[in-house]
């Protein structure tokens, strides 16, 4: 047998005890009480708070590298961390442990008039698996999600923030043991390798749910090839619509942080659509602070008209997701012509109407088919932090299980249980 068939088996095996040590941890964490995953999750963020120079370390090592691989500026942002970004993880970890266990939670309840009673009550979902790319705070949120909603993680950091992720995934190693809880119920990758990635797809017996967190190319390899189901989180091509009722001073100040506040997270707006009705007051405006904050704006003939700085926009840009600091904008004909766009060109994932009239924002909000829709209201509250839900592993775009932000709640099933008093089917 050849080297690399050896190297090949050696990882196969790692993988395989990774799922079994995982499938062992979910039996556990299905029965632990909320306070052993609220104290293991409280000394995890103590642990990242009292390592922050060793964090720090590691992703100035893992900065250092993405500088010679001539990263673009978005993905540095993301790689990056510095105290605040550590203070945001060790708090987000408490914000996760302040929220209500959902395991075990009876969702709805009934009785049939033979006399069973029946309740549908949550249960963990069991091993998940989360590929992500670039952000190593991902180590942290999507941990402590899984491990708050009673299921195992197998975490699977991108190669360019694998020295952070480790040092963060130490610190929640550090909490488990504080609880007295299982250390395969968090598992990072400990490789490099991409191959590791497509053994984790093939793993049902050891997988139940894979959630993908990066590209278009990650997620469409995880979609092709997974042989376990999968929560997707495609790319965030997210649009604001100024309709011809809308407020130019509200428009311009979501306009601009809807794209500028930070470009390089998947709720960024990509391209802005202003009606005609209002084109006249407000397209050169809003082109003007977008530029003038510089960013490049790609637009049609009439944006183009507007203001001489403005590059002519190609068909592709359209359903690009920039993730930089350049956006799309058009003019169309009302509301309807912006959801007709918004459903050729985007991703399914965030979408802003600005609007004083509440008509045309009440069929934006209906007809949009996104998974999340706004009404005067920037595209970067697509966050599951600012919905109330701690954090979230990332926005789902799939119809099925889980649409939005994916916080505790979606990371969990339900079984149905029923009590009798001796009934038989006739």
Not at 20 to 42: C, D, F, M, S
Not at 173 to 198: C, F, N, S, Y
Request: proline letters at 3%; hydrophobic letters at 45%; glycine letters at 8%.
């Amino acid at each position: 047998m050849s080297t690399a068939e050896n190297l090949a088996d050696d990882l196969q095996q790692r993988m395989l005890d990774l799922g079994a040590g995982a499938r062992a941890a979910a039996t556990v964490l299905a029965k632990a009480p909320a306070e052993a995953k609220n104290q293991a999750l409280l000394a995890a963020a103590a642990a990242i708070r009292a390592e922050q120079a060793a964090i720090l370390a590691a992703n100035a090592t893992d900065i250092a590298a993405a500088e010679k691989r001539d990263l673009t500026a978005a993905l540095m942002d993301r790689l990056l961390l510095n105290e605040d970004r550590v203070e945001a993880m060790a708090a987000g970890l408490e914000a996760i442990a302040e929220l209500t266990d959902p395991v075990g939670d009876t969702i709805a309840e009934w009785d049939r008039p033979n006399g069973l009673r029946i309740a549908r009550v949550r249960v963990p979902l069991g091993v998940i698996g989360i590929i992500y790319e670039s952000r190593p705070n991902v180590t942290a949120d999507a941990g402590a999600l899984c491990l708050k909603s009673g299921n195992a993680a197998i975490l699977r950091g991108g190669s360019e923030s694998f020295h952070s992720s480790r040092a963060i995934h130490d610190c929640l190693v550090a909490g488990l043991r504080a609880a007295g809880l299982p250390e395969g119920a968090i598992q990072l990758v400990p490789t490099t390798d991409r191959a590791a990635v497509g053994m984790m797809l093939t793993m049902p017996q050891h997988i139940d749910i894979i959630v993908p967190r990066g590209g278009r190319g990650l997620i469409e390899r995880v979609q092709n090839e997974s042989r376990v189901p999968v929560i997707a989180h495609l790319d965030g091509n997210c649009h604001v619509y100024v309709d011809g009722s809308a407020d130019l001073a509200m428009a311009r100040e979501i306009s601009l942080n809807a794209k500028l506040r930070r470009t390089g997270i998947c709720g960024a707006s990509e391209t802005l659509l202003v009606d005609r009705q209002c084109a006249a007051t407000h397209l050169a405006p809003l082109v003007k602070d977008l530029l003038d904050a510089g960013c490049e704006v790609r637009g049609d003939d009439d944006t183009q008209g507007a203001d001489s700085r403005v590059v002519p926009a190609t068909e592709a840009d359209w359903d690009t997701e920039y993730l930089d600091s350049i956006i799309a904008v058009k003019v169309v004909d009302g509301v309807g012509d912006a959801i007709a766009h918004i459903e050729d060109y985007g991703s399914h994932h965030t979408e802003s109407i600005v609007a004083q009239d509440d008509a045309a924002a009440e069929r934006f909000l209906a007809e949009v088919d996104s998974a999340i829709v706004l009404h005067n209201a920037s595209t970067q509250f697509a966050d599951g932090g600012e919905f109330g839900m701690g954090a979230e592993i990332g926005i789902s775009t799939n119809r099925l299980h889980a649409r939005g932000p994916v916080g505790v709640e979606q990371l969990t099933s339900f079984k149905y249980v029923v009590h009798g008093q001796g009934q038989i089917r006739p």
